[in-house]
């Protein structure tokens, strides 16, 4: 299986955080490949900037490859597919959706912190 990580799931995979499931830590492990998507970079940009998360953008940038994970950068077909998402009332994050976007794309299980992003269904997995 190959996986892509949302914003949450990766920080907290890179620091052991005990909000990481038994489920989701057994997922990465076992996964084929383990992808981080340049939007969670950009996501980590603009929140750690706004004082919504304490993180060094260029330091997670550079954990992604020695974590051992992939990056994927975020190509036109990745944004072109945001449009063919529906759009959800309780549920608007553009990170998300481009996220979701990209496990579409690929295709790349999405492990995601948020519950309310299952709702886009396919290979979307809340954890």
């Known amino acids: 299986m190959r996986i892509l990580l949302d914003t949450h799931v990766f920080l907290w ?7 990481l499931t038994t489920k989701a830590r057994q997922l990465i492990e076992e996964a084929d490949s383990v ?12 929140k750690s900037t706004m004082g919504k998360i304490e993180a060094d953008p260029e330091e997670m940038a550079r954990a992604i490859s020695e974590s051992g994970f ?44 948020d519950t309310k992003v299952q709702a886009y269904g396919g290979l979307v997995r809340a954890v």
């Open 13 to 19: 995979a890179l620091a052991d955080d005990p909000r």
């Open 35 to 46: 992808h981080v998507s340049a939007a969670s970079i950009w996501e980590i940009s603009i």
């Open 70 to 113: 992939v990056e994927l950068p975020v190509s036109a077909m990745h944004a072109a597919q945001v449009a063919k998402l529906p759009l959800l009332n309780d549920h608007k994050d553009p990170f998300d959706r481009l996220l979701v976007a990209q496990s579409m794309t690929e295709p790349l299980v999405l492990l995601s912190a």
